[in-house]
Structures are given as structure tokens and as C-alpha cells.
């Protein structure tokens, strides 16, 4: 299996259950493991032929601050489904970090999505 590694993706975003943690931005971490179409073998050393990182990791940080939300669970599904759609992966993991209980290094949500 080939696949491309994003690893601790910093992003801001307003998420929690209650309002008050809303309303300010948090920062995340995200892991994104993306399954391109393409085989590396097959890629012929050609960057139209992978998935441009940049662009995810940009895409990524845009989702994660269009709008509030009150899961990390609902944030991985999404990165998820766009990786999908938008860079066609073939499959795709996302892992959501967020830092809010004391204590603890963080909790985590993943979300792994097929085409």
C-alpha cells in the first residue's frame, strides 16, 4: 500500500460541546494517512500524478475554520469526505486531536473513509 502521511497538521478551529468553549479558537492536531490513486512506482516522478500536500494541508486548515462545531468526531468525517471528493484519495484516515482535559495528552477522534 502506498500512502502519504500529513503528520500533526496544526489548525484553529471553534469546537466544543458547550458555548463557551466555542468561542474562541483552538488549536488541533491531525494526522492524515491518504491512499492516492496512483501507485508510487506508477508516478513516474510526475506531481501531477500525486496529491499536492500543500494543497491538502491548506484545504485542511480552511475547512477547519469555516465554522463552528461541537465534535472533533464531526471535523475527522468531514477532512475525511473532502480528501475523498476533492484529491480523489482512494482511502483515507484522519485523526483529530484536541487538548482539553486535564491530565491528559489529548483525546482523539479517527475517521478512515473508502471511495
Given at each position: 500500500?502506498n500512502?502519504?502521511?500529513i503528520k ?6 471553534q ?18 494517512c491518504?491512499?492516492p490513486?496512483?501507485?508510487?512506482p506508477?508516478?513516474?516522478?510526475d506531481v ?5 500536500y500543500?494543497a ?20 475527522a468525517?468531514?477532512?475525511?469526505r ?14 483529530v ?5 486535564p ?11 473508502e471511495?
Amino acid at each position: 500500500m502506498n500512502e502519504i502521511w500529513i503528520k500533526t497538521l496544526r489548525v484553529h478551529s471553534q469546537i466544543g460541546v458547550g458555548e463557551e468553549e466555542r468561542s474562541q479558537l483552538q488549536e488541533l492536531h491531525i494526522d492524515l494517512c491518504i491512499q492516492p490513486t496512483a501507485p508510487f512506482p506508477y508516478m513516474n516522478d510526475d506531481v501531477m500524478r500525486t496529491i499536492d500536500y500543500t494543497a491538502v494541508a491548506n484545504r485542511v486548515r480552511a475547512l477547519a475554520g469555516e465554522e463552528p462545531r461541537h465534535l472533533i468526531e464531526t471535523l475527522a468525517a468531514e477532512i475525511a469526505r473532502l480528501l475523498v471528493d476533492e484529491f480523489h484519495a482512494v482511502s483515507v484516515v484522519v485523526e483529530v486531536r484536541k487538548f482539553v482535559i486535564p491530565g491528559t495528552d489529548y483525546v482523539a477522534a479517527r475517521c478512515r473513509l473508502e471511495r
